[in-house]
């Protein structure tokens, strides 16, 4: 197992958002977390990443427990964290936001096949080589998208966590940030993805959670998922 997070708490204040969590990812997985607005979905990767401290539960990391761990830390470990707000700097490059993803400020081992550089992005994301001079501040909604997962992908995660990464954006778009998400998955970065738009979940994901309030109410594949209307109506439909 890759990821193997057992009973989660975290707190706001007093405010219990997350009431013993558990979820795991394997190796080369695409795992889909979902749930209504306001269940603990983002909570969950940002306990996941170090940003929000969990109070109590593990996360084991390829083998290690990285609970308490801050998220630069967590970073180093194998683990890229694409939040949803995009935070690209504005009046940077495209090039120098993606080199700004980089550990430590330089690449190592450039010609590995598997170390991510600004060329194997390009090829990966065509739409941003078009804008490699482009500042940050001027690049659309779904070309921001693509940057901070590329700039994610330059620190070399084995595991990467997606928060909603298809929000507010066109439907074109859309089906770009889903195909690249498709591509990284296959060029061996694990995903755990939190996603609105469940056709896009579907059409990725090996598996999938899905979250009641600051629970996890069901786990299974896409065609358990299918054959449960119940968990369906749950979890999912307003
Ligand atoms: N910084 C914060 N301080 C206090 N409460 C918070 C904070 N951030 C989130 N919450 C609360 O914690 C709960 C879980 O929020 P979280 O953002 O994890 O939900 P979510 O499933 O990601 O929702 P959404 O689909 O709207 O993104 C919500 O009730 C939310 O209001
Ligand atoms: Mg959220």
């Not at 219990?16 to 269940?39: D, Y």
């Not at 056709?199 to 994901?205: D, E, F, I, Q, R």
């Amino acid at each position: 197992m890759l990821l193997e997070v057992k009973d989660l708490n975290t707190f706001y204040g007093t405010s219990h958002v997350l009431q013993g969590i558990s979820l795991n990812v394997s190796q080369g997985e695409l795992v889909a977390l979902l749930g209504r607005n306001g269940m603990g979905k983002s909570t969950t990767l940002k306990s996941i990443m170090g940003v929000i401290k969990a109070r109590s539960g593990s996360i084991v990391f390829k083998g290690k427990n990285i609970c308490g761990y801050p998220s630069y830390k967590t970073a180093r470990i194998g683990i890229g964290y694409v939040p949803e707000d995009r935070r690209i700097f504005p009046t940077l490059s495209v090039v120098d936001n993606l080199m700004l993803g980089v550990k430590g400020g330089k690449i190592k081992k450039p010609n590995d096949p598997k170390t991510w550089t600004v060329e194997k992005i390009f090829q990966h994301f065509p739409m941003l080589e078009k804008r490699a001079k482009s500042k940050g501040m001027h690049l659309s909604g779904g070309e921001q998208q693509m940057l901070t997962i590329g700039r994610s992908l330059m620190g070399n995660p084995d595991l990467l966590l997606v928060d909603e990464p298809t929000e507010g954006l066109a439907p074109l778009m859309v089906k770009e940030v889903r195909d690249v998400l498709a591509e990284i998955n296959k060029a061996g970065v694990s995903i755990l993805l939190v996603e609105h738009n469940l056709k896009v979940a579907m059409s990725l994901a090996h598996r999938l959670y899905l979250m009641g309030k600051a629970h996890v109410g069901f786990s299974g594949t896409i065609d358990e998922l299918k054959a449960n209307p119940e968990a369906r109506a749950k979890y999912l439909e307003v």
